[in-house]
């Protein structure tokens, strides 16, 4: 079946400690993303990418950074420098950019403790 | 700035009754617009969009939208709820520039009651 995952669903990380989240598709979509979600703020783009080797920053990029080697993987790191990790982080990726709908994986549940 | 709103946190309907979720958009560009929906603890899953042509664009499980250029809305509705809409409900829209971003509204909670 075609789709996205990402992985883990629920990760821990202790306070000043990078960690990976990560996002694989077998959609063959060029276009990927990354999207923070908080309680009433709807999704805040980090990053996208639409062509392998190359990414953007999106709204909220500081205290994150991205790969993309290839095109069915996108990884984000959350570095120590994110003040508030904290959050549910959404994977997307859509054909030829963002005129088409986006499929999301499902969710990263980040908690710093 | 191009935008959504999202008026209403929560919308409570009866089973069996009609349902709407609101959207707004601010008034500039082209208003490329999208509905996804959420259910809990799991990713978006898109609903339908609106590009141009008919204002009332039919989606998946039985929900519609329909566009309204004066009133610069693309609310969501559907003729009879289940309790399986529950769900949370955003608007999206496409930006304009060399990279067409999506902006997301904050979402509207659904609450379906048998």
């Known amino acids: 079946d075609g789709g996205i995952t990402q992985s883990p669903k629920y990760l821990f990380r202790k306070e000043g400690q990078n960690v990976t989240l990560s996002c694989e598709q077998n959609?063959?979509?060029?276009?990927m993303y990354w999207y923070r979600q908080d309680p009433g703020q709807g999704l805040r783009l980090i990053y996208y990418s639409q062509i392998v080797n190359d990414f953007q920053k999106g709204d909220i990029a500081e205290g994150y950074s991205v790969s993309r080697e290839k095109k069915e993987s996108f990884p984000l790191t959350v570095t120590s420098a994110q003040k508030n990790p904290t959050a549910f982080y959404l994977c997307a990726s859509s054909r030829d950019g963002p005129y088409n709908e986006q499929f999301f994986g499902p969710g990263t549940r980040l908690t710093v403790l | 700035a191009q935008s959504v709103a999202q008026p209403e946190d929560q919308v409570n309907v009866a089973e069996g009754n009609p349902l709407t979720v609101k959207c707004t958009y601010s008034?500039?560009?082209?208003?490329?617009l999208f509905w996804y929906v959420q259910y809990p603890n799991r990713g978006l899953q898109f609903l339908l969009k609106?590009?141009?042509?008919?204002?009332l664009v039919k989606g998946s499980y039985g929900f519609e939208a329909e566009f309204n250029k004066s009133q610069t809305s693309f609310h969501l509705k559907k003729p009879s709820a289940l309790v399986s809409d529950s769900a949370l409900y955003f608007c999206a829209r496409l930006g304009s520039g060399g990279y067409q971003k999506v902006t997301f509204g904050t979402g509207t909670k659904l609450q379906v009651i048998p």
């Open positions: 959609l063959n979509h060029d276009a």
């Open positions: 609106y590009i141009t042509g008919d204002n």
């Open positions: 008034v500039s560009g082209n208003p490329y």
